[in-house]
């Protein structure tokens, strides 16, 4: 049946659905989809930067020796340490900002401006402005704590027990913004009177959030700190940025690695294989947070 659409022009039924959404769709075929599947096909081969012989195809060798390769399944742990590292404190932080930036304040506003700075700044700017805030002789926090007569101060990004920790720190200060818009805009879609019903007969701000506000907040809350984890494993630049993977590999995310194993020693095929490994990662956490979803689903 021939149809018209919102703009008078004729459509061919639900077929011609498509000629709206194709120019939507060559942009994500085109820098998405298309370089992920040739990223996983150079997994399956020799590639190397200068070569002058034709790239071999391999088969399953890179995925061998990757099996095998410690210091990749060591940058493995520590992207894991990192990402539950920072999504953990960071959406816990956030919870806590989105319920006070959700009460009656005076200046709310000014507030809320102020509470989504660091999601507005590039994560480069944001790595060397706290190099300067870690630097060991200038930077801001070892003067204070020499100010309070807490010691002399050290280099917090090339200790090897304090840059992990130095580095996740400054990770769940540039992410809790996105984290707290999301969860306020959950916390703002709550019905006020279930709160109102609530205080009514009685019950505490305690039982008021486990109550009311946490079941409302709950499908918000695990779908940002799925992908809050996601993102953050797959941090590249800030932690570039600041230590490069320094000191000694402790902060070597598995990004870094691939990075290094592509672009530094001219391993393209081994390092596709390494962001394999690390796509099916995501597409497990992706599975288990839908499958979740699916239950909630279901239950209700």
């Known amino acids: 049946m021939r149809t018209r659409s919102a703009t008078g022009s004729p459509t061919n039924g639900p077929g011609g659905a498509w000629f709206l959404v194709l120019p939507a769709l060559i942009p994500i075929l085109v820098l998405s989809v298309g370089p992920l599947l040739y990223g996983i096909a150079l997994a399956f081969t020799d590639a190397q930067s200068g070569r002058t012989a034709a790239t071999r195809w391999t088969g399953l060798l890179n995925f061998r020796d990757l099996a095998h390769d410690g210091l990749f399944w060591e940058s493995f742990r520590i992207g894991l340490l990192w990402a539950v590292g920072v999504t953990v404190p960071q959406f816990l932080l956030a919870l806590g900002l989105a319920l006070l930036l959700n009460q009656r304040l005076r200046l709310r506003r000014l507030a809320r401006a102020l509470a989504i700075i660091p999601w507005a700044m590039p994560e480069v700017v944001v790595g060397i402005m706290w190099r300067l805030v870690y630097h060991p002789d200038a930077g801001v926090l070892n003067e204070t704590l020499r100010d309070l007569g807490l010691g002399d101060g050290r280099d917090w990004l090339t200790g090897l027990a304090t840059a992990l920790p130095a580095v996740i720190v400054v990770g769940i200060w540039a992410g809790m913004p996105q984290t707290t818009v999301a969860l306020l805009a959950g916390l703002q879609n709550t019905p006020q009177e279930l709160h109102e019903a609530a205080a009514i007969d009685g ?98």
């Open 203 to 300: 019950a505490g701000a305690w039982r008021r959030f486990r109550a009311v506000t946490w079941p409302a907040l709950k499908p918000v809350a695990l779908a940002i700190t799925a992908l809050n984890f996601i993102w953050n494993f797959n941090s590249f630049a800030l932690v570039y940025v600041l230590t490069n993977g320094g000191p000694g590999g402790r902060t070597r995310l598995p990004m870094l690695f691939a990075y290094e194993e592509a672009f530094r020693y001219g391993q393209f095929g081994y390092a596709a294989a390494m962001g394999c490994v690390m796509v099916a990662v995501v597409a497990a956490c992706l599975a288990f947070f839908l499958a979740g979803r699916l239950r909630q689903g279901g239950d209700t």
